[in-house]
């Protein structure tokens, strides 16, 4: 394995890629590399953990977490199956779609920050 560092080159390294492979087996929350694949309409193997599912629907292959054979299998068979990486490019970019902008989620944190900061009258 070799550790590349920081890198502005992500969009050219995702689009030279068969596929994303997101092993976690605990639960992590949206992950943005699971975002990024699908943005990039490259296909995902993942940890089927945290929130994960919520965001990727059905545009991406879920394992249990923590399952390495299922992993494996689910990785073998992907790179096997290029109409099945096909079907979950198109359903990742469909599910992309689907998601808030940069824009949309800064007005939406703001709009929560403007409402707890709100002063309340004394009663």
């Not at 989620?105 to 009663?123: F, G, H, K, N």
């Given at each position: 394995?070799?550790?590349?560092?920081?890198?502005?080159?992500?969009?050219?390294?995702?689009?030279?890629?068969?596929?994303?492979?997101?092993?976690?087996?605990?639960?992590?929350?949206?992950?943005?590399?699971?975002?990024?694949?699908?943005?990039?309409?490259?296909?995902?193997?993942?940890?089927?953990?945290?929130?994960?599912?919520?965001?990727?629907?059905?545009?991406?292959?879920?394992?249990?977490?923590?399952?390495?054979?299922?992993?494996?299998?689910?990785?073998?068979?992907?790179?096997?199956?290029?109409?099945?990486?096909?079907?979950?490019?198109?359903?990742?970019?469909r599910q992309a779609a689907t998601w808030p902008t940069e824009d949309e989620?800064?007005?939406?944190?703001?709009?929560?920050?403007?409402?707890?900061?709100?002063?309340?009258?004394?009663?």
């Open positions: 394995m070799v550790l590349i560092g920081r890198r502005d080159d992500v969009t050219d390294l995702l689009a030279a890629a068969d596929l994303a492979l997101l092993p976690i087996h605990r639960g992590a929350g949206s992950s943005v590399l699971a975002q990024e694949a699908l943005h990039a309409r490259l296909p995902l193997v993942a940890g089927d953990t945290g929130g994960l599912r919520e965001l990727v629907g059905d545009a991406a292959e879920l394992v249990p977490a923590g399952d390495a054979a299922a992993l494996g299998d689910a990785v073998v068979g992907l790179l096997g199956d290029a109409a099945r990486r096909e079907a979950l490019s198109d359903r990742g970019v989620t800064v007005a939406q944190v703001l709009s929560v920050y403007d409402e707890l900061t709100r002063p309340t009258p004394l009663r």
